[in-house]
């Protein structure tokens, strides 16, 4: 089945513990996102990767880290999490190395920090 | 500022009204992409609808129709004959092809279909 693994789907955590959300696409995609969704702001992007080795920044970059050493794998990277990194994250992906095509999501990752 | 609006934070219809969710979005670029997303109550995000710049026709699929006008830079969503099912949160967006690969999010739209 074609689909976007991230886990975990819940997390909590406390300030300063770093952490890493993976996110994992089966369908050979190019391109790969990440986005958070806050309330009243709608999804904001954090960092997208349009290949292997090849990533860069979105609206909301600070305090996130990202790599794309293969091109199935783009995990999410908080080194120092902070409260206001209290989030629903979503991993996406699409076919090729572009934002314009269609975008394929993973079911989720609710993160607490404490 | 922002690029993709959606002014009406929450719509509440009775069952079988139709209802039109608004989607004003900003750019510079001749050449861009819009798209529509729902998220029903269990979370996912599920693709609707892509839109090229260049295609202004209206498209319908079933009870769900888009109207796409670039002289008001606007992409509403009108779902006819609302059920139960399409309460959701529905989210309009943008990339744009100069950028290319930045997407942009509206805040959405909560709709209530009341039984």
């Known amino acids: 089945e074609a689909q976007v693994t991230q886990n975990p789907r819940y997390l909590i955590t406390v300030t300063g513990k770093k952490l890493t959300v993976t996110c994992s696409q089966n369908?050979?995609?190019?391109?790969m996102s990440w986005y958070r969704q806050d309330p009243g702001l709608g999804l904001r992007q954090i960092y997208y990767s349009m290949n292997v080795e090849v990533t860069d920044k979105g609206d909301v970059p600070e305090g996130y880290k990202v790599s794309r050493k293969e091109k199935r794998n783009f995990p999410l990277i908080l080194e120092s999490p902070s409260p206001n990194q209290t989030s629903l994250y979503f991993c996406?992906?699409?076919?090729?190395?572009?934002?314009?095509?269609?975008?394929?999501f993973g079911a989720g990752t609710r993160l607490s920090v404490l | 500022a922002q690029k993709v609006t959606q002014a009406q934070t929450e719509i509440s219809v009775v069952e079988k009204e139709d209802v039109t969710l608004d989607c004003v979005y900003e750019?510079?670029?001749?050449?861009?992409?819009l798209f529509w997303y729902k998220q029903p109550p269990s979370g996912e995000l599920v693709f609707l609808i892509r839109?090229?710049?260049?295609?202004?026709q209206n498209e319908i699929s079933g009870r769900y129709s888009w109207n796409f006008q670039k002289s008001t830079s606007s992409f509403n969503f009108t779902i006819t004959a609302s059920q139960v099912v399409d309460s959701a949160v529905y989210f309009c967006a943008l990339s744009e092809k100069a950028t290319g690969n930045q997407f942009y999010f509206g805040t959405g739209t909560s709709l209530t279909v009341i039984p």
């Open positions: 369908m050979n995609h190019e391109y």
């Open positions: 839109r090229n710049s260049f295609d202004e």
């Open positions: 996406a992906s699409s076919l090729e190395g572009q934002g314009t095509n269609i975008q394929y």
């Open positions: 750019t510079r670029d001749t050449t861009y992409y």
